[in-house]
């Protein structure tokens, strides 16, 4: 890979934290477009943090496909004049389809109607900063220290003591790189997933294969949290290799941003390993929806499910 485009890629992105917050150019409107119409608990310190990812991640699929395309990674004038053209032109070449922000909306307002019948308590921040997870995950990591400090300022200003996740990368940097970077914080992280309780969820598909998370399944133990929650309430098809905890294979999501055309590689074979079982993939994380939705294109009859998608909580 290019020096020149490593250079690039960690420009573009501190450039578009300092301008609007989002590791990419996109309007950050999209981000609250989900709570129109919902109501929140003002005054309490639990809030629901969505990091933007899921509504930023068909943004990244259609960057990954313009880089692709132009193949910009491979440096020189390319990657130089590909920073240009995302910084003057980003927020109409990475706009979203209202398709997928409808997608993205969907699956959000369905984790909170679970947690709201649940009785969880919870507000919003009205303009919540983006995680940090794309500089660390690149290898930025300095950069990333300063942004989580940054971040957690914000959360200390607002009174902010419990955090509720939707999505294992935001999950992985808050609970377990956060304390790290940032010694002095000292915030409970939850996922959604944890208040949920198998006795209270009824799953809506009637057969599926799991393309776990490796961050939910490897690193923060919800790999048998998530099977109890639909086992025995839908046919799930498994195997011991191909959606074992430590076997199952990768979406191809962590280097997409660097090698897009080996990102979209592995999301093939890993869509053509889980069509064994079914083709019906549920997954649980955003930047696997996307990646696995490209590696089905040109597989037939392969329908691609959030798992917040799949459960509702009986009242």
């Given at each position: 890979?290019?020096?020149?485009?490593?250079?690039?890629?960690?420009?573009?992105?501190?450039?578009?934290?300092?301008?609007?917050?989002?590791?990419?150019?996109?309007?950050?409107?999209?981000?609250?477009?989900?709570?129109?119409?919902?109501?929140?608990?003002?005054?309490?310190?639990?809030?629901?943090?969505?990091?933007?990812?899921?509504?930023?991640?068909?943004?990244?699929?259609?960057?990954?496909?313009?880089?692709?395309?132009?193949?910009?990674?491979?440096?020189?004038?390319?990657?130089?004049?590909?920073?240009?053209?995302?910084?003057?032109?980003?927020?109409?070449?990475?706009?979203?389809?209202?398709?997928?922000?409808?997608?993205?909306?969907?699956?959000?307002?369905?984790?909170?109607?679970?947690?709201?019948?649940?009785?969880?308590?919870?507000?919003?921040?009205?303009?919540?900063?983006?995680?940090?997870?794309?500089?660390?995950?690149?290898?930025?990591?300095?950069?990333?220290?300063?942004?989580?400090?940054?971040?957690?300022?914000?959360?200390?200003?607002n009174?902010?003591?419990?955090?509720?996740?939707?999505?294992?990368?935001?999950?992985?940097?808050?609970?377990?790189?956060?304390?790290?970077?940032?010694?002095?914080?000292n915030?409970?992280?939850?996922?959604?997933?944890?208040?949920?309780?198998?006795?209270?969820?009824?799953?809506?598909?009637?057969?599926?294969?799991?393309?776990?998370?490796?961050?939910?399944?490897?690193?923060?133990?919800?790999?048998?949290?998530?099977?109890?929650?639909?086992?025995?309430?839908?046919?799930v098809?498994?195997?011991?290799v191909?959606?074992?905890?430590?076997?199952?294979?990768?979406?191809?999501g962590?280097?997409?941003?660097?090698?897009?055309?080996?990102?979209?590689?592995?999301?093939?074979?890993?869509?053509?390993?889980l069509?064994?079982?079914?083709?019906?993939?549920?997954?649980?994380?955003?930047?696997?929806?996307?990646?696995?939705?490209?590696?089905?294109?040109?597989?037939?009859?392969?329908?691609?499910?959030?798992?917040?998608?799949?459960?509702?909580?009986?009242?």
């Amino acid at each position: 890979m290019s020096l020149d485009w490593f250079r690039a890629l960690r420009g573009v992105v501190l450039s578009s934290l300092r301008d609007s917050g989002l590791p990419f150019s996109v309007d950050k409107s999209v981000c609250n477009g989900w709570r129109e119409g919902l109501i929140f608990d003002e005054g309490v310190d639990t809030i629901l943090y969505t990091s933007c990812l899921y509504q930023l991640a068909p943004a990244i699929e259609r960057a990954v496909a313009e880089l692709e395309r132009f193949g910009v990674t491979k440096g020189g004038v390319l990657a130089r004049f590909a920073v240009v053209g995302t910084r003057v032109f980003g927020k109409a070449l990475l706009k979203p389809s209202d398709e997928d922000v409808n997608k993205a909306y969907s699956v959000i307002r369905s984790i909170y109607e679970m947690l709201r019948t649940l009785g969880v308590r919870f507000r919003v921040l009205d303009n919540e900063p983006y995680s940090g997870a794309l500089l660390y995950e690149l290898g930025f990591v300095d950069d990333f220290a300063n942004y989580a400090r940054e971040v957690y300022k914000v959360f200390r200003d607002n009174s902010v003591n419990e955090i509720i996740t939707i999505d294992p990368h935001t999950q992985y940097t808050l609970e377990k790189l956060y304390p790290r970077y940032v010694p002095e914080f000292n915030i409970k992280v939850r996922s959604y997933l944890d208040y949920l309780g198998s006795g209270k969820v009824r799953v809506k598909l009637g057969e599926f294969t799991i393309h776990d998370s490796c961050l939910y399944a490897r690193y923060l133990n919800k790999y048998d949290l998530i099977r109890g929650l639909v086992r025995g309430k839908a046919n799930v098809k498994e195997d011991p290799v191909l959606t074992g905890r430590d076997t199952s294979h990768c979406c191809g999501g962590p280097i997409e941003s660097t090698y897009p055309s080996v990102a979209g590689k592995v999301s093939a074979n890993r869509v053509r390993e889980l069509v064994k079982l079914s083709r019906n993939i549920v997954v649980q994380c955003p930047i696997c929806y996307v990646n696995l939705r490209r590696g089905s294109q040109g597989i037939d009859g392969v329908k691609i499910y959030d798992l917040a998608e799949v459960m509702e909580v009986i009242g």
